[in-house]
């Protein structure tokens, strides 16, 4: 055979097993099975390529187009909203998490009422997480409101802010419920700026709450609410002092006007022109306004002038931690007095506002410890109420703060629905740990899923020991919350403190040091662990 022939032939059986091998490479390259060139989707195939069985998702960051200008457009829809305060993070995901009802009503329209409700175990974060959101509020120009702190929580809170803090108790401070506050100076701004109308409005306002708040006082001290010919004296005897006195009246001058028995005052006492009859009349107005303004039971906290005027342009915490448990009646008539003094001051700052000699401001208004102020007298509730119906005028936002459901179910039949009210009507809801128990009361008035339901009975469970470092554990619901709007899934929540407000928020400062016991005691221990392992 010729050589040339040979050559060729062996050239194309070379061709064809080339083929045939590429062949063979390309279809085990398509199944993933021999090719290194080309990763599969859990990562490189074969000895030594670190192919994955399962593929952890990628941790999610967040930033506005100019902080993260290079990655746009590559970003998709959040899942959570970015509007008001950085609450925290998505416990699932990740993703940060704004929210403040204030931000949500006003700027996100996401809810129809500017209020929250707070629920969870104690010990699980819930103060904490309201005052971020009073900070953050603080740096959007919201002035946070504390009108009663109990424990107290916010006073290094509102220090931090720069804010204002009324100190109240036996010793502590006065809070006078006969002066006007800035109802006078704020009439007459209006007036002349050529707004008569408003200024006369102001004045009223101001005459109902003083008459209303020294009511209020008679009632508790009573434990009845003063009579309707009484009430006519005490308006007309405030008419008398707005009339004659110079200066800021007490409740002392209140007294001298009512022993005095002016002609406004016998006439609506129907006296026929008896003044025995007249003194007859006011004889237990007299006394219970003796027992208000010479120290009885509730003291001599409303008699004297007010010790540190409230303001308006500044965050304002009354902190009221001195008033002792036992203090029951006086604990009451103080929420009340904060009360009406505080939302006096919002009424004024609304009307100068409105007439443009102002600027408009808004108020977080902030009720920890919410089952403690409504159990502390009448009027409270009924105060509560109006403002969870009408915050919406009135330019305020709320935020109450409670243990459980059955918080409320331990309030007289009279207070117990309207409090419910407070849960249906709060523009978001945001629970912490519950007990299983709590379920069906929470599930009747806001819609929890099946899964949010053990979550949130998941994170009321106790503390773990660390046995490795002989120290408690926190409890894992700690900083944990589901915020609720309406009938939409729930949104799970991580709060984490910053440093700044670590050194604000510890309620515990008190444990630190170590107490101290005299020398004498200290041998008595020691002798008696020695008799005992002997």
Not at 389 to 406: D, K, P
Not at 420 to 441: D, N, S, W
Not at 486 to 498: A, C, F, M, Q, Y
Request: net charge negative; charged share 25%.
């Amino acid at each position: 055979m010729d050589v040339d022939l040979i050559v060729l032939l062996a050239l194309v059986g070379l061709l064809v097993l080339m083929v045939v091998v590429g062949v063979v490479i390309a279809r085990a390259g398509r199944s993933g099975q021999t090719d290194a060139t080309r990763p599969t989707g859990r990562g490189w195939v074969g000895p030594g390529g670190g192919m994955s069985t399962y593929v952890q998702p990628p941790a999610e960051w967040r930033g506005t187009t100019v902080q993260v200008c290079g990655l746009w457009p590559f970003a998709i829809g959040a899942g959570t909203p970015m509007v008001g305060v950085p609450l925290g993070r998505h416990i699932q995901t990740g993703a940060t998490l704004c929210c403040d009802p204030i931000s949500w009503f006003q700027r996100a329209k996401l809810i129809s009422n500017p209020s929250l409700f707070v629920l969870g175990l104690p010990g699980l974060g819930k103060s904490t997480l309201v005052a971020r959101m009073a900070t953050g509020l603080a740096g959007y120009g919201v002035m946070p409101l504390v009108l009663g702190d109990l424990r107290p929580d916010y006073v290094e809170v509102i220090k931090a802010l720069g804010g204002q803090v009324i100190r109240l108790g036996r010793g502590r401070g006065y809070l006078n419920v006969l002066d006007p506050g800035e109802a006078k100076e704020a009439a007459e701004r209006l007036r002349k700026a050529g707004h008569p109308v408003q200024a006369g409005e102001v004045l009223e306002d101001a005459h109902g709450r003083r008459l209303a708040m020294v009511s209020a006082l008679l009632t508790i001290l009573r434990k009845s609410e003063p009579s309707d010919v009484e009430e006519s004296i005490l308006d007309q005897a405030l008419r008398v002092l707005d009339r004659n006195f110079d200066g800021i009246p007490v409740l002392a001058d209140l007294l001298a006007v009512v022993q005095e028995g002016p002609d406004e005052l016998r006439h609506v006492a129907v006296d026929r022109g008896d003044f025995d009859e007249y003194q007859r009349i006011t004889r237990g107005l007299e006394a219970s306004l003796i027992s208000l303004s010479k120290g009885g039971r509730l003291g001599e906290m409303f008699s004297r002038q007010t010790t540190n005027p409230m303001r308006m342009d500044a965050p304002v915490v009354y902190d009221i931690s001195g008033l002792g448990e036992a203090e029951a009646d006086l604990r009451a008539a103080t929420l009340l007095a904060c009360w009406s003094n505080g939302f006096a001051t919002v009424n004024i700052a609304n009307v100068l506002a409105d007439a443009g000699l102002e600027p408009r401001r808004h108020y977080f208004v902030i009720m920890d410890e919410l089952w403690r102020a409504l159990r502390a007298g009448n009027g409270i509730v009924d105060r509560v109420d109006f403002l969870t119906r009408l915050n919406r005028q009135v330019g305020v936002g709320t935020a109450m703060i409670s243990h459980t459901m059955a918080d409320l179910n331990a309030l007289p039949e009279e207070d117990r629905m309207k409090a419910k009210g407070f849960v249906e009507r709060a523009g978001m809801v945001i629970c912490a740990g519950l007990p299983y128990k709590e379920m069906p009361e929470l599930t009747s008035v806001v819609p929890f899923s099946e899964a949010e339901q053990e979550l949130l009975t998941g994170w009321q469970d106790p503390p773990a020991w660390d046995a490795a470092t002989a120290r408690e554990v926190d409890p894992p619901g700690r900083g944990k919350f589901l915020v609720k709007v309406g009938s939409r899934p729930g949104i799970p929540v991580e709060v984490k403190l910053t440093e700044a407000e670590r050194a604000i928020r510890d309620t515990n400062q008190r444990w630190y040091e170590q107490s101290r016991i005299g020398r004498r005691a200290l041998r008595v221990v020691e002798e008696l662990v020695e008799e005992s392992a002997s």
